[in-house]
């Protein structure tokens, strides 16, 4: 098994430009999320999904939209980027327990975007 | 709202020394509790969890970590540190309850060095 993936691991982008992150998992997992990770800040929950077609916003949304057509797949698209956007990007997901929820999460390796 | 508090930014130490990295949250409801750790330039990896049952906890790469409940803590410990554990350690919550169960909250992280 691949665990969780992320495409691509490196980009470059100027301000204003659009792009997707693509984040894909053969777990079977139903529960996926996008974080950010900023120096001193720790991760910070963009956006996350309960499943597959649904969607929910975390605690830093703004700029960003994401979409679930697929159970194996959870993309973020960033529509006109931002410096402020500028930071590593992960993707995680989680299996549920039979009683109590989602569990651990299980992360990508990451996607480092700059944004001139 | 719940809140992690990992009480120290950076950790060194020297090779075969002990060490103890401190978590602290904040919540009032039943718990799930997980140590990752992320090496430079990588994702992040499940070090140890505790879901219920006892309150030491043993991980990978010899870590363990105790769950104590009325001081609200998960404090992370090995008894002797490699070079090859340097690395950031984030601790993260996970309430059992409310609309905020689908998703952990992350400490701010501990930077631990391993010096020669």
């Known amino acids: 098994n691949a665990g969780v993936t992320q495409t691509p691991k490196f980009r470059v982008l100027k301000t204003g430009q659009s792009m997707t992150l693509l984040c894909a998992q053969d777990m079977n997992h139903e529960y996926m999320y996008w974080y950010r990770q900023d120096p001193g800040m720790g991760l910070r929950l963009i956006h996350y999904s309960v499943g597959e077609g649904t969607t929910a916003k975390g605690e830093v949304p703004d700029g960003y939209n994401v979409s679930r057509l697929k159970k194996q797949n959870f993309l973020l698209g960033l529509e006109s980027a931002a410096p402020s956007q500028t930071s590593v990007y992960f993707c995680a997901s989680s299996y549920l327990r039979l009683a109590g929820g989602p569990v651990e999460q299980f992360f990508g390796p990451g996607t480092r975007l700059t944004v001139l | 709202a719940q809140s992690v508090t990992q009480l120290d930014s950076q950790v060194p130490v020297f090779e075969e020394a002990p060490v103890e990295l401190r978590c602290n949250y904040s919540?009032?409801?039943?718990?799930?509790l997980f140590w990752y750790v992320q090496y430079p330039n990588q994702g992040l990896q499940l070090l140890l969890k505790y879901l219920s049952g006892s309150t030491l906890v043993k991980g990978i790469n010899g870590f363990e970590a105790e769950f104590n409940k009325s001081q609200t803590s998960f404090h992370l410990r090995k008894p002797s540190v490699h070079i090859s554990d340097t690395a950031e350690y984030f601790c993260a919550v996970r309430i059992l309850s409310g609309g905020s169960n689908y998703k952990l909250t992350f400490g701010k992280g501990t930077l631990l060095t391993v010096n020669p």
């Open positions: 919540s009032s409801v039943s718990v799930y």
